[in-house]
């Protein structure tokens, strides 16, 4: 199949003021999706209390009753992304998922909690395909690096909002028992928490569905887009298998990482340094927005110094340097003598795993005719999900509860769990290299 049907120009775009204001606003909204989705992580201490769970339920609450959903309907609304209004996807996805947070906060049990969390993730699955593909039709390919790493901040952004913000809550409300809300009854401050980040959904909502779609690119003019055969996307997958392993299953060897230490870097801290949960989260709040933001952002600058060098196959490239620096910073966090240090450590590994994550997705776009995106978008999704946000939280918890045998050894599995993948990501990025530069050179600049 060909990759393109018909090239465009830069001008065929829509203007730069819209291409940014569309940006921003997706941006803000996945800053919001990962509020909802990471303040659970904060919130450990007081959901085990009074739900009575272990680390391993927590686990579950954190990676597979979200996962679960998000998964399975991927890859079904990468299909709807690849022929309907994708604006009207994401706006549905918001509403969804603001409604499904607030659940959370009137979960009584750890069951109400899970079905809660996987409210969450139905809604949560509109995002990334479609917003992607949006992009992808907002700016010529070599305009796309900056927007995609303004996007890919909102993860970070969101992280530390609720790290921080979710640390100010509760400290405040710390010591004013149950709260009572019309309709809903008496809360605990862990539960109302949840209904201050669902809040802004119903505003993100209205912003997303005032916004016009952009045209299609790489299709004829005036040809509405048509679904491709699952045959023709599996082919053009088997035919550069190497690229897509690396893309669907070495690159979420980062996302293992990422979710592993957004899991339980603020319960590490209150077990093994001693902080309160207020600063537990303003303290790693903090680090996830700024290291964060700053390695998502610096991701294009490493990919151009690279790209000057003569690595066309820079996006891949910075993968394997990051993973190959992961591994030792995670180390360093096991053995850190005082807070300071794992301070230090975890600032560091919180720079390095968002570092090659928009060029990421800009190969992703680069390698992807356009009417296979939205699917092949969603198979990331997927695999970025399963193998990072299910095995991450879960891998680290079993390494504490079952390996280890010790609460305050969450340190050493964040490092063991860490060390191993980052090893298996290299491989498998490392022998895509040479297959991912001669995919560049058969494709057309623009599809």
């Known amino acids: 199949m060909s990759s393109v049907a018909t090239a465009n120009t830069a001008a065929d775009y829509p203007s730069s003021r819209r291409a940014w204001g569309v940006t921003l606003l997706l941006t803000v909204v996945f800053v919001f999706s990962f509020v909802d989705r990471q303040i659970l992580n904060l919130l450990v201490g007081p959901i085990q209390q009074d739900l009575n769970l272990n680390d391993t339920q927590v686990s579950l609450l954190q990676g597979f009753g979200f996962v679960a959903t998000y998964v399975l309907l991927s890859i079904p609304i990468g299909r709807l992304v690849d022929t309907r209004r994708r ?31 996987a ?25 796309r690096s900056l927007p995609f ?126 902080m309160s949960l207020g600063e537990a989260g303003t303290q790693y709040g903090a680090i996830a927005l700024l290291a964060g933001s700053l390695g998502v952002l610096s991701g294009p600058f ?22 190959a620096l992961i591994g030792p910073g995670l180390a360093a966090l096991a053995a850190a003598p005082s807070a300071t240090t794992a301070l230090v450590c975890i600032a560091l590994v919180s720079y390095l795993v968002p570092l090659p994550l928009a060029l990421v997705a800009t190969a992703l776009q680069s390698a992807t005719p356009n009417q296979m995106r939205g699917v092949l978008v969603g198979a990331y999704v997927v695999t970025n999900n399963v193998i990072g946000l299910a095995f991450g939280p879960s891998m680290v918890a079993l390494a504490t509860d079952y390996l280890f045998q010790d609460p305050t050894a969450v340190g050493k599995s964040l490092a063991l769990v860490g060390v191993i993948v980052s090893v298996i990501g290299i491989l498998l990025i490392g022998r895509a290299l040479a297959p991912y530069r001669a995919l560049l050179a058969t494709v057309s600049e623009d599809h």
């Open 119 to 143: 409210g969450v993730g139905v809604g949560e699955a509109t995002l990334t395909p479609a917003a992607w593909s949006l992009l992808a039709d907002y700016f010529p390919p070599h305009k």
């Open 149 to 274: 790493s303004v996007f890919l901040m909102g993860p970070y952004l969101g992280v530390g909002i609720a790290m921080i913000a979710g640390g100010l809550v509760m400290d405040g409300l710390a010591g004013t028992g149950p709260i009572e809300l019309p309709l809903v009854g008496l809360l605990a401050p862990w539960q109302a928490t949840f209904f201050v980040v669902a809040a802004p959904g119903g505003i993100l909502t209205a912003l997303l569905l005032m916004i016009r779609e952009p045209v299609r690119k790489g299709l004829k003019a005036g040809v509405a887009p048509v679904a491709v055969s699952y045959q023709d996307i599996i082919s053009w997958v088997r035919t550069h298998h190497r690229v897509y392993v690396a893309l669907l299953i070495g690159v979420p060897c980062i996302a293992l990482v990422l979710y592993g230490l957004q899991a339980w870097i603020p319960t590490y801290l209150l077990r093994v340094h001693g």
């Open 87 to 117: 604006i009207s996807i994401i706006a549905f996805g918001v509403a969804f998922w603001s409604v499904a947070a607030a659940a959370c906060g009137m979960a009584r049990s750890f069951t109400g909690l899970f079905v809660a969390r």
């Open 302 to 323: 490493a990919g151009r110094y690279l790209e000057r060098r003569g690595h066309s196959d820079y996006q891949l490239r910075v993968c394997v340097i990051a993973l």
